[in-house]
T-cell receptor, first 116, second 113 residues
Framework: GAVVSQHPSRVICKSGTSVKIECRSL??????MFWYRQFPKQSLMLMAT?????????EQGVEKDKFLINHASLTLSTLTVTSAHPEDSSFYIC????????????FGPGTRLTVL | AQSVTQPDIHITVSEGASLELRCNYS??????LFWYVQSPGQGLQLLLK??????LVQGIKGFEAEFKRSQSSFNLRKPSVHWSDAAEYFC???????????FGAGTRLFVKA
């Protein structure tokens, strides 16, 4: 158990367009979901933390108007990159903690975003 | 300041040889410690975790890690490496709820025949 999926796995878009990435917990209810960004050959950088039904908490330096996070249910969180630019190209990874076991994060497979 | 240091950017070991990946942390409270593995283009898979109790923790795929409070370390070990172990390994420290989990920079493991 504790499977997290992301869709799409890979997306290419034109500069100025918006892209939505979905993160789903397939077999458990996620208390909290996290969104990370990973640059090539670097570690994960936490972007934001979201709880179902409430506004996401963004890390310092992350633009909340550019990276819109919606956590509409206990199994789904979405990250929308608005007006994407080439510098937004990155690997985006989500994770989730499950109810009753909040100490461990379960990670999705990641989404590779390329902005042309 | 809270931090995780993985001193080795990359390590190369021969298949069948033993492996130790180093991790040192700085954390104000009692740490929750994790090791994750990431294959190219993939998300992270949890190898093992330490919250309390026995300081030698067993994980999946034959990995183990030992928590040493006096050294602020949580090194990952495997007695015999397989070619399929080649990947990026991340050490992380956090607390309950997963909040503010801090990841190390990662260590890339190469396995040679």
């Amino acid at each position: 158990g504790a499977v997290v999926s992301q869709h799409p796995s890979r997306v290419i878009c034109k500069s100025g367009t918006s892209v939505k990435i979905e993160c789903r917990s397939l077999d458990f209810q996620a208390t909290t979901m996290f969104w990370y960004r990973q640059f090539p050959k670097q570690s994960l950088m936490l972007m934001a933390t979201s709880n179902e039904g409430s506004k996401a908490t963004y890390e310092q330096g992350v633009e909340k108007d550019k990276f819109l996070i919606n956590h509409a249910s206990l199994t789904l969180s979405t990250l929308t990159v608005t007006s994407a630019h080439p510098e937004d190209s990155s690997f985006y990874i989500c994770s989730a903690t499950r109810q009753g076991s909040t100490d461990t994060q379960y990670f999705g497979p990641g989404t590779r975003l390329t902005v042309l | 300041a809270q931090s995780v240091t993985q001193p080795d950017i990359h390590i190369t070991v021969s298949e069948g040889a033993s492996l130790e990946l180093r991790c040192n942390y700085s954390y104000g409270a009692t740490p929750y410690l994790f090791w994750y593995v990431q294959s190219p283009g993939q998300g992270l898979q949890l190898l093992l975790k330490y919250f309390s109790g026995d300081t030698l923790v067993q994980g999946i795929k034959g990995f183990e890690a030992e928590f040493k409070r006096s050294q602020s370390s949580f090194n990952l070990r495997k007695p015999s490496v397989h070619w399929s172990d080649a990947a990026e390994y991340f050490c992380a420290v956090g607390n309950t709820g997963g909040f503010k989990t801090i990841f190390g920079a990662g260590t890339r493991l190469f396995v040679k025949a």
